[in-house]
């Protein structure tokens, strides 16, 4: 049975914005915020300890909390998955979408889209920023009648959100079979099959060239070393909408991806998170 790790950790000072956006370089699967202290989720348990001291340490050492406690506690998967669900709530990431968990209850307004995800884990519970901006950009660009692909799709809730959004099909692609297992889980939760499919792929094995707006929220290492395949899956004229990007990464995104053919054409930013939309010339 697969095995989790949830860490918890106390800061101070505490600021839960700054803190969460840096521990976010240590890759877990989540990050949930709660009163005074912060909980990440990781699948990999190698070195999990040594690994946030270290990062903490550093943290302290550049002054950016003045002292830090941490714990962690291991799960077997279906006790992680009830110490999960404790900290997940409704979330509304824009005037018009909602996102929420099929166990919490919530009366739309007008005009909304709840989207329900149940996320296992998997990244893509409208917590973090980079989600946040993904989304709200797809609301921006989405049209109807568009094909859309979601590489790392995570969740799923970008892929069923473009379809809920007005897209025609959208294909969410993932190299992790946990997170494949759950997107396609969530079809289900909203009622889209047959205009949302997931594949467990890497961006690689795509024969398909005709996207009209791609989506990749992903870290910016893994965004470089895809340009080149990020940039043939789509159209012409076509979106390639990014974020998993700090603003201190825009200069080396834009000119990688420039030299590829595109060129920027909107950017939004929340804090220190950015999302970036570029256009195939």
């Not at 406690?69 to 279906?78: I, P, W």
């Not at 709530?89 to 968990?101: A, H, L, N």
């Not at 969530?186 to 791609?214: C, M, T, W, Y």
Request: proline share 2%; net charge negative.
């Amino acid at each position: 049975m697969k095995s989790f790790c949830e860490v918890t950790v106390e800061s101070d000072p505490f600021n839960a914005e700054v803190l969460s956006g840096l521990l976010w370089e240590l890759n877990p699967l989540g990050i949930v915020e709660l009163d005074n202290s912060l909980v990440l989720s990781f699948d990999q348990l190698d070195n999990i300890d040594s690994r946030v001291k270290t990062f903490l340490e550093h943290l302290k050492e550049n002054k950016i909390i003045d002292s830090y406690e941490y714990s962690l506690n291991e799960f077997e998967e279906k006790n992680w998955n009830e110490e999960w669900e404790k900290n997940l709530k409704v979330i509304k990431v824009t005037d018009k979408i909602v996102i929420k968990p099929s166990f919490r209850e919530y009366s739309p307004a007008e005009g909304e889209i709840v989207i329900t995800i149940d996320p296992k884990m998997s990244f893509g519970t409208g917590e973090h920023q980079t989600t946040k901006l993904m989304l709200a950009l797809c609301e921006m660009y989405i049209e109807k009648k568009t094909k859309v692909l979601d590489v790392g799709t995570g969740t799923g809730v970008l892929a069923i959100a473009s379809v809920m959004l007005g897209a025609n099909y959208a294909l969410g692609i993932d190299n992790d079979e946990w997170c494949y297992e759950n997107a396609v889980e969530n079809i289900d939760q909203n009622h889209v099959p047959g205009k949302v499919e997931f594949r467990l792929a890497e961006i690689s094995n795509i024969v398909e060239h005709d996207f009209d707006i791609l989506l990749a929220n992903i870290q910016k290492d893994v965004l470089l070393l895809i340009a080149k395949d990020i940039v043939e899956k789509v159209k012409v004229g076509g979106k390639v909408i990014l974020s998993g990007l700090l603003s201190t990464d825009e200069v080396d995104i834009c000119d990688c991806y420039t030299k590829l053919g595109l060129s920027l054409s909107d950017k939004m930013q929340l804090e220190e998170w950015i999302g970036l939309v570029l256009t195939k010339n």
